[in-house]
């Protein structure tokens, strides 16, 4: 059942700031994410599948973010984190910020063997781990309890991706 | 274990290059504690001390001597928790997975002591042992799943110390009643906060398995509080659990 050995991913997040959902966000505090839930729904739900990236993106991000216009000065990037093992397979994320902001999240590349339940475990579990990147930073949260396998693989693939991104 | 580990260290503003050098120094450190954790514990190795244990190729007294360590913190989880997390009634043989993971967190996060460091976090796929707290002296926020609507947040914790949660939703029903010997959970998702990692871990998943009149054994432990989630998604916690005032509902 539990198949894979065990992985690190170290972050020193406050060294450079890296996380966007571990941040010094302090622009996005809860009452302005009272009414980012439904916004952040929105940013992951325009391009389903999509790869959208570019200068189409910062208009959306304005229209998201409560935050200062320095975090628009830095543009729309996008970068794809390395494939990870997680118990199920290899997996890798792509994330696509604006300054600090996480406009959207999605699986670049996953191969979890063709093996139903662990299709099955993906198919549940990768929304919500989508969802949960984009929540993460509008409740300024700086982890969440609960989640296990997949959400593993997927936060490290993510946090390289966010590294890599704020390395600039 | 099988598991995957994050680790974010804050530190304060300006630190050095030497000051770098010496984090990744401790990152290091921490990352051969889980290692070592692993080699030593992983059941599904059918070499490591812990299958040798299981399968009595090896005694008790001949295990290494983080196995007596750990199997005496789990005989007094299992008192703690009256009995509902309890390793030695796993169906195969003694089994401290659901201590062992916490408990390899909490030492990692040990190997991180510097005075620029403000806070640290080891999360153990969702298990999460802090010290410190933000740049500004704010508590971690940390969000726990609905178990019920796993693509959402079910309520954020003000997080001093350690947060574990158990619950069935992500591998199934894997909980195990100590006094049934079969999966029975009868809550949707326990949560523990606490100053160590371990016994949080354990203790809930024992409230996993006994559900809300397991809230009787944490009340009474010092630092120690829980919530538990149940399947029709109502709330039940001890009276001093820091959930942490949000605006609105979180969806849910």
Known sequence: ?168 | MGTIVTIDVYTAAGVTDAEVAELCEQLDRARSVLHHADEVFSTWQPHSPISRLRSAEITRAQAPAEVAEVLERCATARDLSGGWFDPWAMPGGIDPTGYVKGWAAQNALAAFSAEYIVGAIVNAAGDIASLGSLRNGEPFRIGIVDPLAPRQLAEIVDLTGAIATSGSYERGNHLIDPHLGCPCARAASASVTGPDLGLADALATGLAVAGTPGLAFIEPLDKYEALIIGFDGSRRCTEGFPLAPHQGTLPH
């Open chain 1, 1 to 168: 059942m539990r198949r894979t050995p065990i992985v690190i991913g170290g972050t020193v997040a406050g060294l450079v700031g890296v996380l966007a959902f571990h941040t010094k966000s302090a622009p996005l505090s809860l009452p302005a994410a009272a009414g980012a839930a439904p916004a952040a729904g929105s940013a992951a739900g325009p391009g389903p599948g999509g790869t959208r990236k570019g200068a189409s993106q910062p208009a959306s991000g304005t229209s998201l973010s409560p935050s200062s216009a320095a975090q628009q000065a830095s543009g729309v990037r996008t970068a794809v984190g390395p494939a990870v093992n997680y118990s199920y397979g290899v997996l890798s994320v792509k994330v696509t910020v604006s300054g600090r902001k996480i406009l959207r999240v999605g699986i670049a590349s996953i191969d979890d063997g063709g093996n139903p339940r662990s299709q099955y475990i993906d198919e549940q579990s990768i929304p919500m781990l989508e969802q949960q990147a984009i929540q993460a930073q509008s409740y300024n949260i700086q982890g969440v309890s609960g989640a296990s396998y997949t959400s593993a693989g997927f936060a490290q693939s993510l946090q390289s991706a966010l590294r890599s991104l704020s390395a600039k």
